[in-house]
C-alpha cells in the first residue's frame, strides 16, 4: 500500500483522517454529501483508498454505509470517554467475526515476525473493520481524535503530530480558510 501524506484528498474525497477507518466517517459530510451512497460511489471510494472493491459492490457498498454509521456512532463517546453504545460496538464484532485471523510467526533470516493472517482475502470492508480494531489495540490516545476545527467542517481525524496541536483536517483547506480569514479581519480592523 502507497503511503500517502496527512492532509490528502484523491480523485476529490478526502483521505485526511489519519486512519483508513476514520477515512470510511468522512464519506458522509455536510460539505461533501455522502460518498459512497451508491455502489459506484463506494467501488470510487475503495479504489481511491487503495482497497480492492468486491464484485458485487452493491452489498459491500451497503456495509460499509453500515459500518460508517457505527464507527460514527462510537467517534465521541471515544473522545470523551461515555457509554458506547452496545449496538454500535455490535455491527463492529459482526464484521470482525467476518475477517477472521490467526496468529502466524514467520522466520527472516534470524529474527522471527509475528503477524495475524486472514482465513481468506479480507474484504474491503474487512479491513477497515480490522484497522479500526488495530487502532483501539494499540492504545490510542482519545484526545487525539479530533473534529476539524473549521467553521463549517464536520470531518475527523486522528492528530498524529508529536505535539498534538492538529486543528484542521486540512491546513491546505480549512487551516488556509482560518488564515484568510484572520487576516481580513485584522486588515479591516487597522483601516
Given amino acids: 500500500?502507497?503511503?500517502?501524506?496527512?492532509?490528502?484528498?484523491?480523485?476529490?474525497?478526502p483521505f485526511l483522517g489519519g486512519r483508513l477507518w476514520i477515512d470510511l466517517v468522512n464519506t458522509?459530510?455536510?460539505?461533501?454529501?455522502?460518498?459512497?451512497?451508491?455502489?459506484?460511489?463506494?467501488?470510487?471510494?475503495?479504489?481511491a483508498a487503495e482497497l480492492e472493491p468486491?464484485?458485487?459492490?452493491?452489498?459491500?457498498?451497503?456495509?460499509?454505509?453500515?459500518?460508517?454509521?457505527?464507527l460514527t456512532r462510537l467517534f465521541d463517546p471515544l473522545i470523551e470517554g461515555n457509554r458506547l453504545p452496545a449496538d454500535a460496538i455490535g455491527v463492529i464484532n459482526a464484521h470482525l467475526r467476518q475477517a477472521a485471523t490467526f496468529p502466524e510467526l514467520s522466520a527472516h533470516e534470524s529474527h522471527l515476525a509475528f503477524r495475524q493472517t486472514s482465513v481468506e482475502p479480507l474484504s474491503a470492508v474487512g479491513k477497515i473493520t480490522v484497522d479500526f480494531a488495530n487502532f483501539i489495540a494499540d492504545g490510542f490516545e482519545p484526545a487525539r481524535l479530533r473534529h476539524c476545527s473549521g467553521d463549517a467542517c464536520t470531518l475527523v481525524f486522528y492528530d498524529s503530530s508529536r505535539n498534538g496541536s492538529r486543528r484542521w483536517c486540512s491546513m491546505e483547506v480549512c487551516g488556509n480558510r482560518h488564515k484568510v480569514k484572520s487576516h481580513r479581519a485584522r486588515k479591516t480592523d487597522t483601516e
Fill in 1 to 13: 500500500m502507497t503511503q500517502h501524506p496527512p492532509g490528502d484528498f484523491r480523485e476529490g474525497m
Fill in 28 to 47: 458522509r459530510s455536510d460539505a461533501l454529501g455522502d460518498l459512497v451512497s451508491s455502489s459506484e460511489g463506494w467501488q470510487r471510494w475503495a479504489v
Fill in 54 to 70: 468486491a464484485a458485487d459492490a452493491t452489498s459491500e457498498a451497503e456495509e460499509a454505509r453500515e459500518l460508517r454509521s457505527a
